[in-house]
């Protein structure tokens, strides 16, 4: 089992920054796929970032590279979501996921957080 909470959203003006954070706890090594997801109103979950815990791999959605980045802080057991140059279609519920291998995390990951949000004006 895996417990995941998130903290870091809040509102931004376009152009800005934010950072959020998942710090997980029970096992989190038995499902090392971590990342993040979005939901936009009435829509299905979306990944926006991965990465392996354990061998440092990681993904990002294509809407997202070069503005987002994920990274991983063992002590802590805490994967971060640094998000710049947003954008109002970033804004959305993010939800931070774990997942024991890519099959499950492509599928849908078994553990998630409560959620985030994140809002972005222009």
């Known amino acids: 089992q895996v417990q995941l909470v998130e903290s870091g959203g809040g509102s931004v003006q376009a152009g800005g920054s934010l950072n959020l954070s998942c710090a997980a706890s029970g096992n989190p090594y038995s499902s090392p796929f971590m990342g993040w997801f979005r939901q936009y109103p009435g829509k299905e979950r979306e990944g926006v970032a991965r990465m392996h815990i354990g061998r440092g791999s990681m993904d990002y959605a294509d809407s997202v590279k070069g503005r987002f980045t994920i990274s991983h802080d063992a002590a802590k057991n805490t994967v971060y979501l640094q998000m710049n140059s947003l954008k109002p279609e970033d804004t959305a519920m993010y939800y931070c996921?774990?997942?024991?291998?890519?099959?499950?995390?492509?599928?849908?990951?078994?553990?998630w957080g409560q959620g985030t949000q994140v809002t972005v004006s222009s």
């Open positions: 996921a774990a997942a024991a291998s890519l099959g499950d995390w492509l599928r849908g990951p078994k553990f």
